[in-house]
T-cell receptor, first 115, second 109 residues
Framework: DTAVSQTPKYLVTQMGNDKSIKCEQNLGHDTMYWYKQDSKKFLKIMFS???????INETVPNRFSPKSPDKAHLNLHINSLELGDSAVYFCASSQDSGQGSGGYTFGSGTRLTVV | TQLLEQSPQFLSIQEGENLTVYCNSSSVFSSLQWYRQEPGEGPVLLVT?????EVKKLKRLTFQFGDARKDSSLHITAAQPGDTGLYLCAGAPGNQFYFGTGTSLTVIP
């Protein structure tokens, strides 16, 4: 059983399209996150959700919106895709802040390519 | 300038060599974590260090947290090809969690 699973693994789409990436965790963690990893491999947080409340929202364009139907799911919706959105997007989860010994558990990533 | 700077950025060594990766900041952290990311996968937690001066060992990997809790190092003894990957330090000086700039390690057989 994959602890944090995200789909799809690869996503190629045209500029202007709307797409979604799904994420599910079966660890019973109470916080879920979306991270963006750029071409230089730098990981930057986009959103986190704790008990269905958004608790971090970095300077992310409002074309990106997280949606959490329940504690085990955090999906990422992207509207009007732009070339600069091409990156690898990671879903992650943690118990509480993730700063303890358990840390973050990451999914295997979704490589988004906008053409 | 990123909050957590890692050095070196890239490292290519022969199997059996030793190496050290550094993670530095001007901020104080209550804890620091190290992750390893393999191609096509997400980062995987290796260790969390919480006490200044703490040393933790994970087989051939030795992690140290600086006395002032502003920096950390990862030392690998007798590197193996399986150690190849992107090594990331991470921590939160306040409420927000940050990842380091990363060190890409290649161990050549």
């Amino acid at each position: 059983d994959t602890a944090v699973s995200q789909t799809p693994k690869y996503l190629v789409t045209q500029m202007g399209n709307d797409k979604s990436i799904k994420c599910e965790q079966n660890l019973g963690h109470d916080t879920m996150y979306w991270y963006k990893q750029d071409s230089k491999k730098f990981l930057k947080i986009m959103f986190s959700y704790n008990n269905k409340e958004l608790i971090i929202n970095e300077t992310v364009p409002n074309r990106f919106s997280p949606k959490s139907p329940d504690k085990a799911h955090l999906n990422l919706h992207i509207n009007s895709l732009e070339l600069g959105d091409s990156a690898v997007y990671f879903c992650a989860s943690s118990q509480d802040s993730g700063q303890g010994s358990g840390g973050y558990t990451f999914g295997s990533g979704t490589r988004l390519t906008v053409v | 300038t990123q909050l957590l700077e890692q050095s070196p950025q890239f490292l290519s060594i022969q199997e059996g060599e030793n190496l050290t990766v550094y993670c530095n900041s001007s901020s104080v952290f209550s804890s620091l974590q190290w992750y390893r990311q393999e191609p096509g996968e997400g980062p995987v937690l290796l260790v969390t260090v919480v006490t200044g001066g703490e040393v933790k060992k994970l087989k051939r990997l030795t992690f140290q947290f600086g006395d002032a809790r502003k920096d950390s190092s990862l030392h690998i003894t007798a590197a193996q090809p399986g150690d190849t990957g992107l090594y990331l330090c991470a921590g939160a000086p306040g409420n927000q969690f940050y990842f380091g700039t990363g060190t890409s390690l290649t161990v050549i057989p």
